[in-house]
């Protein structure tokens, strides 16, 4: 099966690119993390309920390691492997990508997640729940409507540290 990126999944990868150029940063998963959470749509309102901001995710930008360059083709071959899973699915769109960088636990955006409080496989679950149709249907109503923090928690994995 071919797998090509969406239009949805171009626009992200694209904010990302800017966010980073804007920035004069190099690329990284922490990137593509901010970009969701200024994004509309359901890739956001996840990370929302797991308390995953713009504003909690910039702090990490400032990091000076540098992520190695194999990272996003790692991501790549994740959100593949998650189309490849879905019935139907032949396009990588926000969700695909965002379950992508929530299952590679090397990545920045990976750790970041962690330090936050955020459990990054509950992320994964709550994703694949939303485009299998197995999770809650309503989920992005609800979040909205109630600020619900569904599966967020987790013991923080070690990872970059946000400055002070």
């Not at 309920?49 to 991501?75: G, H, Q």
């Not at 299952?103 to 299998?132: E, H, K, W």
């Given at each position: 099966?071919?797998?090509?990126?969406?239009?949805?999944?171009k626009?992200?990868l694209?904010?990302?690119?800017?966010?980073?150029?804007?920035?004069?940063?190099?690329?990284?998963?922490?990137?593509?993390?901010?970009?969701?959470?200024?994004?509309?749509?359901?890739?956001?309102?996840?990370?929302?309920?797991?308390?995953?901001?713009?504003d909690?995710?910039?702090?990490?930008?400032?990091?000076r390691?540098?992520?190695p360059?194999?990272?996003?083709?790692r991501?790549?071959?994740?959100?593949?492997?998650i189309?490849?899973?879905?019935?139907?699915?032949?396009?990588?769109?926000?969700?695909?990508?965002?379950?992508?960088?929530?299952?590679?636990?090397?990545?920045?955006?990976?750790r970041a997640?962690?330090?936050m409080?955020?459990?990054?496989?509950?992320?994964?679950?709550?994703?694949?729940?939303?485009?299998?149709?197995?999770?809650?249907r309503?989920?992005?109503?609800?979040?909205?409507?109630?600020?619900?923090r569904?599966?967020?928690?987790g013991?923080?994995?070690?990872g970059?540290?946000?400055?002070?």
């Amino acid at each position: 099966m071919i797998v090509t990126l969406g239009e949805e999944g171009k626009q992200i990868l694209q904010a990302a690119m800017s966010l980073a150029s804007d920035r004069n940063e190099r690329f990284s998963s922490l990137h593509l993390l901010l970009a969701f959470t200024q994004s509309s749509g359901l890739a956001r309102e996840v990370l929302r309920t797991n308390e995953v901001a713009a504003d909690r995710v910039k702090p990490f930008l400032r990091t000076r390691e540098m992520e190695p360059a194999s990272t996003m083709d790692r991501i790549s071959e994740e959100a593949k492997a998650i189309v490849a899973r879905i019935p139907g699915s032949r396009r990588i769109n926000p969700l695909h990508l965002l379950a992508s960088v929530a299952s590679v636990p090397d990545t920045f955006a990976y750790r970041a997640m962690s330090v936050m409080g955020c459990n990054p496989s509950m992320v994964v679950a709550q994703v694949l729940g939303i485009l299998t149709g197995t999770g809650r249907r309503t989920f992005h109503l609800e979040a909205a409507a109630d600020g619900d923090r569904a599966g967020a928690g987790g013991a923080p994995k070690q990872g970059p540290r946000a400055p002070d």
